[in-house]
């Protein structure tokens, strides 16, 4: 069992919620589909290969303007799909994760159907395009 603040998402351990830094700073989604892996909490690539179900990963930086421009769309988008769990991962130069899968620019996001990647979207526009993919996404 989590501790307060945390969830299990499936990888076999505890991570805290994910904190939305666009439009309010201290807020904390209490939805166990939507979290900030810290750094030091990275899964590894075969963690991720394993996920069952429906999954979109998020690629960012904290101080990225286009991903903190991209956040209403991005959280808006997976509103609309409640059953498609979402991890932010917190990117930079030499990350693991990040290398595996190729991430160059953020945000990007990838979009997994049991651990194999479906879709990607390398800085999505709008609302519209982020919801078109998690739709394909979910249609099987």
Known sequence: RCSTGAVDIGFGGCYPLWTVYTNAPDT???????????DS???ARAEVDALRGNAVIEFGASWCGVCRATQP?????L??????????????SGRPLGRSFGVKLWPTLILL??????ERLVRPRGEATIDAALGRLTAV
């Not at 509103?79 to 932010?88: C, G, N, S, T, Y």
């Not at 159907?113 to 479906?118: A, L, S, T, Y």
């Open 113 to 118: 159907r049991d651990g194999k990647e479906i």
């Open 73 to 77: 769309a991005i959280a808006a988008a």
């Open 79 to 92: 509103a609309k799909h409640p059953d498609v769990r979402h991890l932010r991962i917190a990117d930079a």
């Open 41 to 43: 909490d990275e899964p």
């Open 28 to 38: 904390v989604i209490r939805d166990h589909r939507s979290m900030n892996v810290p």
